[in-house]
């Protein structure tokens, strides 16, 4: 075997493999591997007599996150992409002596590629083209980064952008207004603006974009839906829900070039970030195709399972031609995406009781639970996964009793439905969760995010079940986390470290925020890996580094099991692999 610190990096998809040298980075000191070889020293692979073929990573601190192996040194993998051994570097050098290296010396640590269980691929990749509103303290400062947005666009171009958040612009969340058409008119007077809130159930649009639409649609609310007004009644320019797509239908849709431009933004940055699947919430037929196009032209350097967007063509395409699963394990199509009700922030939520900081208001709940279950069981006929949006407690009862019910009408259903959000439950929907198999897809910075104003929405009883992840876990609930991009950072880094502290970047609060929701690292991990491959039909895939799995893993600068939790937000991603493939690097190459 090769013992010279050469590492052997491979492109994506094409069988060739690329000689570099890296030099170590990160501080951490090393850890005593498990040292038991995965296979007896006298079993031989079907490889033996191609080792070129095989790839070693060896002086490396694994985290496998498999309970039977939790830690190891060393891994071997085929040109294949499928785990050979996970062992000591004795056992891999012995067994694989002319595989190629990859050398990590004992820097960093190496995980499973990480899954996003909850996220929006094109979202993300249109905000990246569009104007990007996120952290903005006020709308002096949206105009101002509009402006320098709009520099870049032809005169008869929309202006679109995404991230506004009017609690940030307020000392007290429970005082914010939401905007009017009014703010934007000044300083854009003719070209249409429309800007999605930051978690995309809300709109605000000023009076040139106003003007594109049909004054007869504009004089009452949309079921599912409401249109903000001034005291003369007239719209205000924020849309709330359902109501948001009477302007959507205006705005001219993007070429070929920006969707594929779009998604290209956004597979860069997931990789760079560590990501290895997506779980796709909301994918449209047009999407899919995309997903397909990327995947025979050799651009996908992740796994997608695509939820098919609600009742639309791509749940008529999965019904009319059954599941799709991708030959080489990089796209699935096998579930769909519904919803029930808004966002929280936007008081779109569906609640049982008023919102504490509005009177009178409950929210909106997009249908009743009999034509919900309907559509649920509609697509339980279909051999589909159903995974619901619910994020007020009334939303969460409704989703409880329909799926419930649709389950007796379908008893041959796929099973592992899902909650998407889960954010404001009552304490006995934990149970009743359990006992119907529901699994519990979460994103735990929504809860830093959120922790700000969430007590002034729901008041200080609710909130004792708000982003109750460990409450989930408590009653048996398996979960999935995510992040919900673009709505929150697409870095699963940010996630793991608000799961294990349930604080801010700047660590507030001292103890975290209501700190007994609190996940463990092992726990925040596996929601992030075998928690969201058991979600998607995949833990025999990937999620863990075991034996006959995937080769997905990433290259960690810090041991994130070990570190102060505050050190996680700084971990870098230094490289990303796909079926033993790398996909990203953190340093350019050298031959």
């Not at 729901?458 to 919900?484: C, E």
Request: overall charge negative; hydrophobic content about 40%; aromatic content about 6%.
């Amino acid at each position: 075997m090769k013992t010279d610190q050469v590492i052997i990096m491979q492109r994506y998809l094409p069988i060739l493999f690329l000689t570099i040298i890296l030099s170590g980075c990160g501080q951490d000191s090393d850890q005593t591997p498990d040292q038991t070889p995965v296979l007896p020293p006298n079993q031989t692979s079907n490889t033996a007599d191609s080792q070129d073929q095989v790839t070693a990573i060896i002086n490396a601190r694994i985290v496998t996150v498999s309970p039977q192996q939790p830690r190891a040194q060393a891994m071997a993998f085929d040109a294949d992409g499928a785990i050979l051994a996970i062992a000591d570097n004795n056992a891999i050098q012995t067994r694989f002596p002319q595989a190629r290296l990859i050398d990590l010396n004992h820097n960093g640590v190496v995980i499973p590629g990480l899954i996003d269980a909850h996220g929006h691929i094109m979202g993300l990749g249109f905000a990246l083209l569009n104007a990007d509103l996120v952290a903005t303290r006020s709308v002096d400062e949206i105009i101002q980064r509009l402006q320098q947005h709009a520099e870049k666009l032809p005169p008869e171009a929309w202006l679109l952008g995404r991230g506004w958040d009017q609690n940030d612009w307020v000392q007290n969340a429970s005082a914010a207004r939401f905007p009017t058409r009014a703010d934007l008119d000044q300083a854009f007077p003719d070209r249409p603006v429309w800007l999605q809130r930051i978690d995309g159930h809300a709109g605000w649009a000023n009076s040139a974009a106003l003007a594109r639409l049909d004054a007869a649609a504009l004089q009452t609310d949309p079921d599912g839906g409401q249109i903000l007004r001034d005291k003369q009644g007239q719209p205000s320019g924020v849309f709330i829900d359902a109501a948001a797509a009477l302007v959507d239908a205006m705005v001219p849709p993007p070429t070929t070039a920006m969707r594929k431009r779009a998604l290209q933004l956004a597979l860069e940055q997931l990789s760079s970030y560590g990501l290895t699947g997506v779980h796709d919430a909301g994918t449209s037929l047009e999407d899919l195709q995309l997903y397909q196009q990327f995947i025979a032209q050799q651009q996908m350097p992740l796994r997608i399972y695509a939820m098919a967007d609600g009742d639309r063509e791509a749940l008529n395409h999965l019904c009319s031609n059954g599941v799709q699963i991708d030959p080489a394990g990089l796209l699935q199509a096998r579930a769909v995406k519904m919803y029930l009700d808004g966002a929280l922030g936007s008081r779109g939520a569906a609640m049982m009781d008023d919102y504490s900081d509005q009177p009178g208001h409950r929210g909106l709940l997009f249908a009743d639970v009999a034509s919900f279950t309907d559509q649920v069981a509609d697509a339980m006929r279909c051999g589909l996964q159903v995974n619901t949006h619910a994020i007020g407690d009334r939303a969460n009862e409704v989703l409880l009793d329909a799926y419930a019910a649709a389950m007796q009408q379908v008893p041959d259903h796929s099973g592992r439905h899902r909650i998407e959000h889960a954010q404001i439950v009552r304490a006995e929907h934990y149970q009743r969760a359990a006992d119907l198999g529901l699994i519990a897809s979460m994103q735990p910075t929504h809860a830093t995010s959120d922790m700000y104003w969430a007590e002034q929405r729901v008041g200080p009883q609710r909130i004792l079940h708000g982003y109750a992840w460990k409450n989930f876990t408590a009653a048996q609930v398996r979960l999935a986390l995510g992040s919900d991009f673009p709505v929150e950072s697409a870095a699963p880094l940010r996630g793991l470290h608000a799961a294990i502290s349930r604080q801010d970047a700047k660590q507030w609060p001292a103890d975290g925020w209501y700190p007994e929701q609190r996940l463990s690292r092992e726990q925040a991990l596996h929601g992030f890996t075998l928690g969201a491959a058991y979600a998607a039909f995949m833990e025999d895939q990937v999620g863990s580094l075991e034996v006959g799995k995937r080769a997905d893993f990433v290259w960690l600068s810090a041991d994130i099991m070990s570190i102060e939790p505050a050190r996680i937000l700084s971990t870098e991603v230094l490289a990303t692999w796909v079926d033993g493939k790398q996909v990203y690097t953190q340093r350019p190459t050298k031959e």
